[in-house]
């Protein structure tokens, strides 16, 4: 473990309709290797995205380090992706995505008569257009993406780095093993291999 792990702050992510307690028993874990980390709550459903992406951006804008760490969880990873095209550089990210939602849905566009009405987040769920957000050119971003072998929910699309556990959509933010998995790879982030 390096000095620079330990001052880089890590931002927890939450999915749609994850609050962010389901991400405690991960926060309480890296605790014990980073100085800080922040559970961002997220605002809530049916409130209008724009309120959700620019509350994180100014979260993430707000953190005094040019080095940060975030882990994502499902539609966080969107949030995230989305907030991150509005962080001034220069600023080193590293980035944990967990079951990331990256295209459609296949649940959410079989339903999309009827539930791209209900809230905005099934709306860029129900279209790969929509949910296929990019991440910004302008910041040093390293992205490790960790997929669940059970996850029935969201689609697997191949990523740089990425690895697969023995997890459900939601199990893996109540894994130990995915705990380590996260750790080491934001360890190994930091270090710069």
């Given at each position: 473990?390096?000095?620079k792990s330990l001052s880089m702050p890590v931002?927890?992510?939450?999915?749609?309709?994850?609050p962010a307690w389901m991400m405690w028993p991960?926060?309480?874990?890296?605790?014990?290797?980073?100085?800080?980390?922040?559970?961002?709550?997220?605002?809530?459903?049916?409130?209008?995205?724009?309120?959700?992406?620019?509350?994180?951006?100014?979260?993430?804008?707000?953190?005094?380090?040019?080095?940060?760490?975030?882990?994502?969880?499902?539609?966080?990873?969107?949030?995230?992706?989305?907030?991150?095209?509005?962080?001034?550089?220069?600023?080193?990210?590293?980035?944990?995505?967990?079951?990331?939602?990256?295209?459609?849905?296949?649940?959410?566009?079989?339903?999309?008569?009827?539930?791209?009405?209900?809230?905005?987040?099934?709306?860029?769920?129900?279209?790969?257009?929509?949910?296929?957000?990019?991440?910004?050119?302008?910041?040093?971003?390293r992205r490790t993406v960790i997929h669940a072998?059970?996850?029935?929910?969201?689609?697997?699309?191949?990523?740089?780095?990425?690895?697969?556990?023995?997890?459900?959509?939601?199990?893996?933010?109540?894994?130990?093993?995915?705990?380590?998995?996260?750790?080491?790879?934001?360890?190994?982030?930091?270090?710069?291999?």
């Amino acid at each position: 473990m390096t000095d620079k792990s330990l001052s880089m702050p890590v931002v927890l992510v939450p999915g749609f309709m994850s609050p962010a307690w389901m991400m405690w028993p991960m926060a309480k874990y890296l605790q014990g290797s980073f100085h800080r980390v922040v559970r961002w709550d997220y605002p809530r459903i049916f409130v209008d995205l724009e309120v959700s992406v620019t509350s994180l951006a100014d979260q993430l804008s707000a953190l005094d380090s040019p080095q940060i760490a975030i882990v994502t969880h499902s539609f966080g990873d969107w949030l995230t992706r989305s907030a991150l095209q509005r962080i001034q550089s220069p600023r080193q990210i590293r980035l944990i995505s967990l079951c990331p939602v990256t295209t459609n849905v296949p649940i959410v566009t079989l339903t999309s008569p009827l539930s791209q009405y209900i809230t905005p987040e099934l709306r860029i769920m129900s279209q790969a257009a929509s949910a296929e957000v990019s991440l910004p050119n302008s910041l040093d971003i390293r992205r490790t993406v960790i997929h669940a072998k059970g996850d029935l929910l969201v689609r697997q699309q191949v990523a740089d780095d990425q690895r697969f556990v023995v997890a459900s959509h939601n199990s893996v933010l109540f894994q130990p093993n995915v705990w380590v998995l996260v750790r080491d790879e934001l360890h190994k982030r930091a270090a710069g291999s």
